[in-house]
């Protein structure tokens, strides 16, 4: 019952643009920090953005910076990650997350749920 639900992903060409959502229900996402985070089948899942629960701090992976954008809309109970410029290597399958801090150290520990993820696939 209560569960985050990300949606968006799809097969994109290089330097093409996606917008990831994530929906909640059965909690207000208002109540919590916010996170994007991806894996690649075989390799460790990495933090890619972070936001506080107002909206006023964020934090980015270098690799993103300048390229995807973090947002909540507390109203719809919904987070956002639009994703611009993309690159073959960020194909991944990209998950949403809730939990108490966004820190630049993107620790998943700070983060007690999880949606299923969406993929994301950027070709050449």
């Known amino acids: 019952q209560v569960q985050l639900v990300a949606t968006g992903g799809g097969l994109v060409q290089a330097g093409g643009s996606l917008n990831l959502s994530c929906t909640a229900s059965?909690?207000?996402?208002?109540?919590?920090?916010m996170g994007w985070f991806r894996q690649v089948p075989g390799k460790a899942r990495e933090g890619i953005s972070c936001i506080n629960r107002d909206g006023g701090t964020t934090h980015y992976r270098d690799s993103v910076k300048g390229r995807f954008t973090i947002s909540r809309d507390n109203d719809k109970n919904e987070l956002n990650l639009q994703m611009t410029s993309l690159k073959p290597e960020d194909t991944a399958k990209y998950y949403c997350?809730?939990?108490?801090?966004?820190?630049?150290?993107?620790?998943?520990?700070?983060?007690?749920?999880w949606g299923q993820g969406t993929q994301v696939t950027v070709s050449s």
């Open positions: 059965g909690l207000t996402l208002d109540d919590y920090a």
């Open positions: 997350a809730a939990g108490a801090y966004c820190t630049y150290g993107f620790n998943a520990k700070d983060f007690s749920l």
